[in-house]
């Protein structure tokens, strides 16, 4: 059981590269995450997606763009990429949850990600 | 929006020691809460959820954690540290305007010490 794959798992660009990470999950989950992790900050929000084809921002997505143009995969991309970007990205995805059952999103093992 | 506090960025136990991890949340509506475990160079794993079905829920490897509105408090406890539960917790509230999407704390470092 493959659940959440990201790839690749590691990354060195340099100042204004482009890039896209790529998330692929095998459970048919309609909603997809991407979250970035900095030390002493927790994981935090950059875009998510409540099913194929729609996508919305988070809490941090100046910067990146993603696409969900199939179910099981979910791209976030960097158009130039910069310093204040290095950081280890998450992939998760979840059931959606009417029935208030508190799905549980599912985690990929991250991508780490160094812009020089 | 909801959130969530972890107090301490760091905690070390002996091992055979009670671990407690705090965590407070903020929200305007009954939380659903998580507790995860990361490892090093791993992704998040669930360890527990409240869901609001019982104040006291029990999660993998003998973690559990009990839901206190009064105190809005969610703390994780294990009663005997063992050296494989060294890693970092993450306690996270569901935003539930996001997408289902999760608004994590910082994190705890948790160090047992033989």
């Known amino acids: 059981n493959a659940g959440v794959t990201q790839t690749p798992k590691f990354r060195v660009l340099k100042t204004g590269q482009s890039m896209t990470l790529l998330c692929a999950q095998d459970m048919n989950h309609e909603y997809m995450y991407w979250y970035r992790q900095d030390p002493g900050m927790g994981l935090r929000l950059i875009h998510y997606s409540v099913g194929e084809g729609t996508t919305a921002k988070g809490e941090v997505p100046d910067g990146y763009n993603v696409s969900r143009l199939k179910k099981q995969n979910f791209l976030l991309g960097l158009e130039s990429a910069a310093p204040s970007q290095t950081s280890v990205y998450f992939c998760?995805?979840?059931?959606?949850?009417?029935?208030?059952?508190?799905?549980?999103?599912?985690f990929g093992d991250g991508t780490r990600l160094s812009i020089l | 929006a909801q959130s969530v506090t972890q107090l301490g960025s760091h905690v070390s136990v002996s091992e055979g020691a009670l671990v407690l991890l705090r965590c407070n949340y903020s929200?305007?509506?009954?939380?659903?809460l998580f507790w995860y475990v990361q490892y090093p160079n791993q992704g998040l794993q669930l360890l527990l959820k409240y869901t609001s079905a019982a104040t006291l829920v029990k999660g993998i490897n003998g973690f559990e954690a009990e839901f206190k509105k009064s105190e809005t408090s969610f703390h994780l406890t294990k009663p005997s540290a063992h050296m494989s539960d060294a890693a970092e917790y993450f306690c996270?509230?569901?935003?539930?305007?996001?997408?289902?999407?999760?608004?994590f704390g910082k994190g705890t470092s948790l160090l047992v010490t033989p």
């Open positions: 929200s305007s509506v009954p939380p659903y």
């Open positions: 996270a509230v569901r935003e539930e305007n996001s997408g289902y999407a999760l608004n």
């Open positions: 998760a995805s979840s059931l959606p949850d009417s029935r208030g059952l508190g799905q549980p999103q599912h």
